[in-house]
């Protein structure tokens, strides 16, 4: 074998993963089927910006350990995502909490804002909401929920929001305090210089390929490594056996503007059903750039057909059952690790791929004590 690993995917899951094993005296290829590394992290330099391709991403997480980690890569600056959102014209601030209450209502008091929400909410009685809507309207009540959640997720899904599951919603947080931080964690931050230079330095010890598909790789080199680690669609890697899980996608409009500011905030959310885009990024605010033009991107959601890019897992009731028989074989190949967003099939944010991916470094490398092995 030419290599111990054979890592599918030079993303996030795929680099924490590499630099574990390369750490521990491993070899490793690491190919990807796009033509840079960093997957939907990558960042790259537009008129003087770097900008997030595949759109916003905020490193976030509540684990010291994480957070330590991801600076050894790279110094994070101190942004904080306090998004926006833009109903037809009106501007609330994002997530739900006092600042969005008092300009939907104009309430100053928390107990004002609950008494509010309360007047609105319905709730089924005696059992859990069922879907998204249902959750909303528990939560937030009925204005919050028409103005603020309905148009933008059944944009993001493109499902009314009766059909999606509950769990969606329950990671926005809902505040009775004058507090527009999107995320709940202790740690946040954008690396300085963006997302590439980490990832590449996270690889530096390994040998990588782009433009290189994984069905065609290890087919033309079935002695390419002892084990494999696959960060892609789990489907796919089945060749689908069992039909396709759904995702979702998206297509991101780039522009560059004779402007020094064009929205005043890194991310705008166009909440109503209207707008065929979700958000835009103004991108130089993720790194509180200065410049005389900015670039903005625009992001459509997008039914997802084999093919296209998949970004969103579809964890719904029928994808996972299908999901469970993909599993199923998946545990049949214990040659293979599967992870990270696609191979889990599962909406992970950032600092759960790099938790997921160093416990499965420390069981495939045999512990954080065990002995390194060095090849010849
Ligand atoms: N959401 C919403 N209104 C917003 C932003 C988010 O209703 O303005 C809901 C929506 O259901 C969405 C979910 O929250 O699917 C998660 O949104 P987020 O922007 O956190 O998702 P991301 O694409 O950043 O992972």
């Known amino acids: 074998m030419a290599y111990d690993f054979l890592i599918a995917g030079a993303g996030l899951f ?10 521990r005296g491993r070899s490793c290829l690491v190919i990807d089927r796009r033509p840079h590394i960093g997957g939907n992290l990558y960042t790259e330099a537009v008129a003087g910006v770097n900008v997030h391709r595949y759109g916003a991403h905020i490193f976030h997480t509540d684990k010291k350990e994480i957070w330590d980690y991801m600076r ?6 101190h942004f904080i995502n306090a998004p926006l959102a833009n109903f037809r014209g009106e501007i609330y601030n994002l997530p739900f909490n006092m600042n969005t209450f008092n300009k939907m209502w104009g309430v100053k008091t928390p107990a004002e804002a609950r008494e509010m929400i309360a007047q609105q909410r319905t709730a089924p009685e005696n059992r859990a909401p069922r879907n998204l809507e249902e959750q909303a309207l528990s939560l937030v009540g009925r204005d919050i929920y028409e103005k603020l959640i309905k148009g933008y997720t059944e944009k993001q899904w493109g499902a ?9 919603i329950r990671r926005l947080p809902l505040r009775f305090t004058y507090d527009n931080n999107y995320f709940n964690g202790r740690y946040q931050g954008i690396p300085l210089g963006g997302y590439t230079p980490l990832i590449a330095k996270m690889l530096a010890g390994s040998d990588v390929l782009l433009n290189t598909d994984y069905k065609a790789y290890a087919a033309a080199h079935p002695g390419a490594a002892a084990r494999t680690v696959y960060t892609g669609a789990i489907d796919e890697f089945f060749d689908r056996r069992y039909g396709p899980l759904a995702y979702r996608s998206l297509r991101f409009e780039t ?7 064009y929205q005043g905030n890194a991310v705008v959310n166009y909440t109503d059903r209207e707008t065929p885009y979700t958000r835009i990024i103004e991108h130089k605010h993720f790194e509180f750039g200065r410049g005389e033009q900015t670039v903005v991107t625009r992001e459509y959601p997008l039914p997802w057909r084999p093919g296209a890019e998949p970004y969103y897992p579809v964890n719904d009731e029928t994808n ?3 999901l469970a028989k993909y599993k199923k074989l998946a545990a049949g190949r214990p040659d293979v690790i599967f992870g990270g967003r696609l191979g889990d099939y599962a909406y992970y944010d950032m600092d759960q791929i790099v938790e997921k991916a160093l416990a499965l470094a420390r069981a495939a490398l045999g512990g954080e004590g065990g002995p390194a092995r060095r090849r010849d």
Do not use: K, M, Y
């Open 14 to 23: 795929g680099a924490v993963f590499a630099h574990a094993a390369a750490g």
């Open 72 to 77: 050894q890569f790279a110094e994070f600056n």
């Open 160 to 168: 009314d929001c009766r059909s999606l599951p509950a769990f969606i």
């Open 255 to 261: 522009e560059i503007l004779s402007t020094d500011d």
């Open 320 to 322: 996972a059952l299908l």
